[in-house]
């Protein structure tokens, strides 16, 4: 998961049709390109030419895969499958916004059917958006769309010092009380923004859930800190998050109450197992298709109560609470 997937290149699937005609193993083509073996097996069935007018001309080739993975893309673009989004989308445009402004205001309008900034501006710069000259209605009248190694190199968001990599084998190995991990739990899109963070505590498995109205980074984090903040320091030692945007303000929670932050490799979220584990149990009550939206404060405590209160195996067959109880009176002792 820590590398980011690419497809196969027209240079790729040339080599592939040839050693397919020479018989060549598929084990060893994905060794020769460095590709996944699924992911020859796969190209090899997905873009298979078939033709009744040409019934000689059968089998895999470079040429015609690369035309068919092109249109199959092409067909399942979101504007090109919903035309009314796509008028939707076109119309705004020739009355003077911008496609973020077009993407954003369809979040806050909670579209049941809507698109990103950037898909609208892949449509845009499309062979069917040049068709109708959609680039003309830009801000900037921009005919071709600057390539994205040629934007502005953002800062990063997560300092190197609180990669996990650093974080102590006390708390790696559960060794010591009050480091947690969190985590964000979303819904289906139709029910607007709101999620909920699960906080666990890595020792006891002791489970906070709180619900936020959108992934903003403030909210999100503000309710992190006035959910632990009355805890002592040994019980808030530490939390452990992913890369989201949503966490991107973790200085704050460092600088307001102490509580030192850790973060996973991107795209590494079995580094924080526990808070994933426990996901998985609160969609027993929390399932993707569940509108969040009519929950109250109430209700997700009920949850976490009865998370808390059930017992667990790793836990010798304690509970949470019990646990979380027994260890915050043996460090107050």
Request: positive net charge; hydrophobic residues 35%.
């Amino acid at each position: 998961m820590g590398a980011v997937y690419s497809q196969l290149s027209i240079t790729e699937r040339r080599r592939i049709e040839r050693w397919r005609h020479a018989k060549v193993p598929v084990d060893e083509m994905a060794r020769v390109l460095k590709r996944c073996r699924s992911t020859i097996f796969r190209e090899l069935k997905r873009n298979h030419f078939e033709d009744p007018e040409m019934p000689k001309v059968v089998g895999y080739f470079g040429a015609a895969a690369q035309l068919m993975t092109a249109d199959r893309r092409a067909r399942q673009r979101k504007l090109i499958k919903h035309p009314s989004l796509l008028n939707r989308v076109i119309d705004r445009l020739k009355n003077g916004w911008t496609p973020e402004q077009i993407g954003n205001r369809m979040i806050y309008e909670k579209a049941p059917l809507r698109v990103c900034q950037e898909t609208i501006y892949r449509y845009i710069y499309s062979k069917d958006g040049m068709s109708k000259e959609l680039w003309w209605y830009l801000p900037t009248h921009r005919k071709a769309r600057h390539p994205r190694r040629a934007r502005k190199r953002q800062k990063p968001k997560f300092h190197r010092d609180v990669s996990i990599l650093f974080r102590p084998d006390d708390v790696a190995h559960r060794r010591q009380f009050g480091h947690w991990e969190a985590d964000l739990v979303l819904f289906k899109q139709r029910f607007g923004q709101v999620n909920v963070t699960s906080l666990v505590e890595r020792v006891s498995r002791f489970t906070v859930l709180l619900k936020n109205p959108n992934k903003r980074t403030k909210p999100v984090m503000g309710k992190i800190i006035a959910a632990i903040k009355d805890l002592p320091l040994v019980a808030r030692r530490s939390i452990t998050f992913d890369r989201g945007s949503e966490f991107v303000s973790w200085p704050h929670l460092q600088a307001e109450i102490g509580t030192q932050t850790w973060f996973c490799d991107p795209s590494s979220p079995w580094q924080k197992g526990t808070v994933e584990n426990t996901n998985r149990r609160a969609r027993r009550w929390l399932p993707r298709k569940r509108d969040i939206r009519t929950f109250s404060d109430q209700d997700m405590k009920e949850i976490c109560d009865r998370l808390n209160n059930t017992p667990r195996k790793c836990l010798g067959w304690k509970t949470p609470a019990e646990v979380f109880r027994e260890k915050m009176m043996a460090e107050l002792a």
